[in-house]
């Protein structure tokens, strides 16, 4: 046996002893990889469980960013549906300089638009029809009408009016910018609406007729079909 050397015998029962020197310092070698590759394992058992909880939070966060986001869906969709509502409303300054809401679709039974006829010429919209009292009195009703042409991207710098007036987004609607009128059976209407597009681009006409007072006699919504 050489000196500073450590000598090691494997002995096996068919074989001849195998007799393996090593120095002190290859032991100490060995020993040093030996201990660098248990502590990478322990190293890399360690960090697979970090990388599985971390991916456990990140499929946590995922599921819980999914869940906000339909939420969110949930809410746009929502806004939308109002938003659509709206193009519907009209605000109005009342009787009493109060501002109030007009609801498409809303009708009276004291008066109402017939035989409307409509052409255009140009980029003109050219309108025909009775504006008739429903009742049989024999009393003069007064008051204002509107019409306005809506354009189909709901821009309300686009909209025509008649009379000719300027709307603008927000603004309440003064009835007192109508058309006066005085009725007792009926009254015709043959009018000229100057439009800002071409008249395909426009799809509702809404007609708004009001007493003396402002109340809302009528409010009738046509779909325009080209």
Known sequence: MKRD???????????????????????????????????????????????KSSHYQLSSSAEQLKEEI???EGKI????????????IILLIGEKNDTSQMQAGVYSKEIQIEELQISTA????NLSFR???????DRLISGYLLIIAEHESGDQSKFATYPEFQMSPGVPLNYRNGDPYSIRKFKLINTSMRLKDKPFNYNKLKFMVFDSEGRVLLFDNRVLAW
């Open 5 to 51: 050397t450590i000598t090691i015998v494997l002995v096996s029962k068919n074989r001849e002893p195998l007799t393996i020197e090593l120095s002190v310092k290859e032991v100490i070698l060995i020993s040093v990889l030996l201990l660098s590759l248990i502590g990478a394992a322990v190293f890399s058992m360690v960090n697979f469980r970090n990388l």
């Open 70 to 72: 339909s939420q969110k």
């Open 77 to 88: 969709t929502e806004l939308k549906s109002k938003l659509e509502a709206q193009k519907g």
């Open 122 to 125: 140009g980029d003109s919209l």
């Open 131 to 137: 504006l008739s009292r429903n009742s049989m009195e």
